[in-house]
């Protein structure tokens, strides 16, 4: 944009900074009354942006100085089951907590305490799931809804990152309910655990082939083959990737998108040059506006290049270029002179030399800082086919 839009922008954001922060600054109350089905309840504990009180003997409550916008506040007491409610707290105002006023709560027991916790599981309020799950594991400890219980506190466990308690508790679960509703769940999060916490893959990998045997029917099957072949991916086991992949691909959807990628780079690494090309070229053609999609024309020009498929890889970088110019890799490098340079390349085992010299000189005229994905100094191999071709060739 010119000098003059810009400073407007700028002008404009500090603008929208400054009124953001007033907002954000600003304070409100809420206030409300909390019953159960016979009246008002004392001493029900109201918590809420960084607040809390205790209702009076007509349970009432007033929690004051709340940051204004959208606010979670909690209603917990022993006897009762808790409750959540989304309020709109506005600056200098007093609200209602609801249309109605009260907050009125349930019975305490096994069924009504499930289903709150699995209302903070959903919102992602995993500590107070921890703290309920324990809460009711100490109350009901011969409950059949035990296996959920330890599936919601296990989950929060995995979503807190701490994946060694998350391992046992999801363990435990599976080992002793197979067959409960949740056991999926659990055995695909315990999976996890190894594989995105605790980085053992080769544990991951037999916990997501526990999935895929004993729950073949679970949704999470696909995900679980397709994050098994990134295990196997990492321990350098390219063929085995290459099978979980290529069974990831037959679920559809956006597991097969991301397991016909992963594949290719599977057959890259193996060294089936022509066939990575192929199935880069066939991701690009299903899925050209992803955000692999330039990293894979990119990828199917190097395996041409590798398959000393000249014309076709010279072809393959062109259209890198030409369709991704502004194609990055995954830590915001740009993608293109790396493909450009490729193309140089190409041109020289065509003996189309002056082209390549040619090349060469635009990517230092384009991009005179340009870097390989690893961050290292791409100009210098550029400088270097530069006096190369000059003193040996041109």
């Known amino acids: 944009m010119g000098r003059r839009a810009l400073l407007f922008a700028l002008a404009a954001l500090s603008l929208v900074l400054v009124v953001g922060c007033l907002r954000s600054g600003g304070r409100g109350n809420l206030t409300g009354e909390v019953w159960d089905a016979q009246g008002p309840v004392s001493g029900v504990l109201v918590e809420g942006g960084g607040k809390s009180v205790l209702t009076g003997n007509d349970g009432r409550f007033l929690l004051e100085d709340l940051p204004t916008g ?13 409750t959540v409610v989304v309020a709109d707290v506005a600056d200098g105002e007093t609200r209602s907590i609801n249309a109605e006023g009260r907050v009125v709560l349930a019975e ?12 903070l599981y959903e919102l992602g309020f995993y500590e107070r799931v921890v703290r309920g799950s324990e809460d009711f594991l100490l109350s009901y400890p011969q409950s059949p809804l035990t296996p959920s219980i330890l599936f919601l506190q296990g989950a929060s466990f995995f979503y807190l990152g701490e994946y060694r308690k998350a391992v046992t508790v999801l363990g435990s679960m599976v080992a002793d309910a197979p067959q409960d509703p949740f056991a999926d769940d659990a055995q695909y999060l315990l999976a996890r655990c190894y594989s995105e916490g ?23 099957v696909g995900q679980a083959l397709y994050e098994m072949g990134d295990c196997y991916y990492i321990l350098g086991a390219f063929r085995d990737a290459l099978a979980s992949y290529e069974r990831a691909m037959t679920f559809g959807g956006e597991v097969a998108q991301k397991a016909l990628y992963s594949s290719a780079h599977c057959l890259y690494r193996m060294e ?26 990119y990828f199917a020009g190097a395996s041409l290049y590798k398959a000393s498929r000249f014309a076709e890889a010279l072809q393959a970088f062109e259209d890198c270029v030409r369709l991704y110019p502004e194609g990055k890799w995954y830590n915001g490098i740009l993608i293109a002179p790396a493909a450009l ?16 010299y040619n090349t060469y000189l635009d990517i230092i005229r384009r991009y005179p800082g340009a870097k390989w994905a690893d961050g290292s100094s791409l100009i210098q191999n550029v400088q270097f086919r530069i006096d190369w071709l000059r003193k040996y060739v041109l």
Do not use: M, W
Not at 108 to 119: M, W
Not at 341 to 351: D, I, S, T, Y
């Open 108 to 119: 305490r027991n096994e069924d009504n305490l499930k289903e709150y916790l699995f209302t």
């Open 70 to 82: 959208k606010q979670y506040i909690f209603f917990s007491h022993a006897s009762y089951t808790g």
């Open 341 to 356: 340079f490729h193309k140089g390349l190409c041109l020289e085992k065509l003996g189309r030399y002056l082209e390549a």
């Open 272 to 297: 089936f040059y022509n066939r990575a090309a192929a199935r880069f070229l066939e991701y690009v053609a299903q899925y050209p506006a992803t955000d692999l999609s330039d990293d894979a024309q």
């Open 198 to 220: 605790l980085r053992d893959f080769s544990q991951a990998i037999g916990e997501y082939r526990k999935l895929v045997e004993h729950y073949p029917e679970s949704e999470f």
